[in-house]
């Protein structure tokens, strides 16, 4: 494999190095993340400027260190929202009770705390502190909310420290560190879907009553819209098909806004022949009015009914096609999750579905989810995390499912042949 391919593949790692005496071992994480094919910018704060020089950095990293947020020569060449594009992972190591505290707060009072807050790219924390501040309550209470909005923390370990004691608070070893990194989930293969064209339903549909008036649901589209800058990541053509949301489109990818589900549907269809992957991540509505009024519906001092007829079922469409595409489902459900989820992908004929727990604190329109995600007889759980964190988890177990379905197929059709 040459050097080219290694780094195409190979995660864009933004080191952020605190004030620590653990500082001195970054050095060896940048040389073994660069030996593994990744780029790395170190970013070192105040503090870890007491520790070790950023002269020494800039020459493992061959890239120059940034170290301030008002550095305008800096910020002329990358700003600090293109370093926090740039970055596949924020790493952190060593990371000091007052960065984690600073991370828990959503401060940004450095360049480093501001990259987290401007950053989508998964964040991993490597604490390294004295073992008395490491099992402080407040120390704990910062870690356990970082760990619940899908920030990884690794370590730290037991053993001696700086300081002459013994106990929890070292800071992992590089290596150990640097193989933990590239075995997280997070981590895409940017080649995993290469070549192939997906489609993502994404976002709510809205059925008119009369002109002003629609049925609806809370869907945001953060979840399909975090599922298709994943799948993008990772090599592929992606299409998203849109009910009206308020979010960007992701970078690289294609979209098609749509309002009904009669209109999802026919977009869905223009799409279907070409594709290899369908993920129905909108949250599509079941009903549709019978008939909508041409004027608006006028206030009666009586009860009024609405006929409701069920609007067409496009994962269904997609999964009964003949040779189609692989096809994952959503069963979003307020009870008997998975019940209803193996239900539902028996029925739909599903390769596999990501059941979702919703509910007023779960799944529509928050930043956090978890998905249960069923194919085959396995079922893998996704814990709770970022959405954009977790789409990545997806898109991974997707890829994965999905080749070795290819090489099952490829396997009997050469016996039949
Ligand atoms: O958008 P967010 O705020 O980020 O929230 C994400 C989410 C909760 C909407 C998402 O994770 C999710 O669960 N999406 C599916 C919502 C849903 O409508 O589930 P369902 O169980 O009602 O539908 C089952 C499956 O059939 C889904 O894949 C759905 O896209 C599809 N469907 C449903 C009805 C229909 N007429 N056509 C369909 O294709």
């Not at 998975?338 to 059941?355: F, G, H, T, V």
């Not at 988890?393 to 890829?399: D, E, F, G, S, Y």
Request: charged share 25%; with cysteine.
């Amino acid at each position: 494999m040459s050097d080219q391919e290694i780094n195409d593949s190979s995660p864009n790692i933004l080191l952020g190095v605190t004030g620590g005496i653990a500082a001195y071992k970054s050095l060896e994480i940048v040389k073994l993340l660069r030996k593994n094919g990744s780029d790395v910018q170190v970013v070192m704060t105040k503090g870890a400027e007491e520790f070790i020089s950023s002269a020494t950095f800039q020459n493992v990293s061959s890239r120059p260190v940034r170290n301030n947020l008002w550095d305008e020569s800096a910020e002329s060449t990358m700003t600090h929202i293109d370093l926090a594009r740039w970055a596949d992972i924020v790493l952190i190591a060593p990371a000091t009770a007052h960065c984690i505290g600073s991370l828990a707060s959503g401060l940004a009072a450095d360049l480093l705390t501001t990259l987290c807050l401007a950053t989508e790219a998964p964040i991993i924390v490597v604490p390294a502190m004295n073992k008395v501040m490491w099992s402080n309550k407040a120390v704990e209470s910062n870690c356990k909310l970082l760990r619940k909005r899908g920030v990884s923390l690794l370590g730290p370990v037991y053993g001696d420290q700086a300081c002459g004691e013994i106990g929890y608070g070292r800071m992992m070893e590089p290596d150990e560190i640097v193989s933990q990194v590239y075995k997280q989930p997070i981590i895409l293969d940017k080649k995993a879907l290469a070549g192939l064209n997906i489609v993502i339903t994404a976002g709510p549909t809205r059925e008119p009553i009369d002109p002003i008036r629609y049925i609806t649901n809370r869907s945001s589209g953060k979840m399909g819209y975090s599922l298709a800058l994943a799948a993008r990541e990772s090599g592929a053509k992606v299409t998203i098909v849109s009910g009206p949301v308020s979010l960007e489109t992701p970078a690289g990818v294609n979209r098609v806004n749509v309002e009904t589900a009669e209109e999802m549907y026919s977009e869905v269809q223009k799409l279907i022949d070409d594709i290899d992957i369908f993920i129905g991540c909108a949250a599509v509505s079941d009903y549709q009015a019978k008939s909508t009024s041409l004027e608006k519906i006028k206030r009666k001092n009586s009860d009024l009914s609405l006929d409701l007829k069920p609007s067409p079922d496009i994962l269904t469409s997609v999964s009964a096609r003949d040779k189609g595409p692989f096809t994952i489902g959503f069963a979003a459900e307020t009870a008997d999750v998975m019940r209803y989820a193996k239900e539902k992908i028996a029925k739909k004929s599903l390769d596999m579905i990501a059941a979702n727990k919703v509910g007023p604190d779960h799944g529509f329109d928050q930043e956090l989810n978890s998905l249960s995600v069923i194919y085959g007889d396995k079922v893998v759980e996704l814990d709770q995390t970022s959405k954009p964190i977790l789409a990545k988890k997806l898109i991974k177990l997707i890829a994965e499912r999905y080749n070795e379905t290819r090489i099952n197929q490829q396997l009997s059709n050469d016996s039949i042949a």
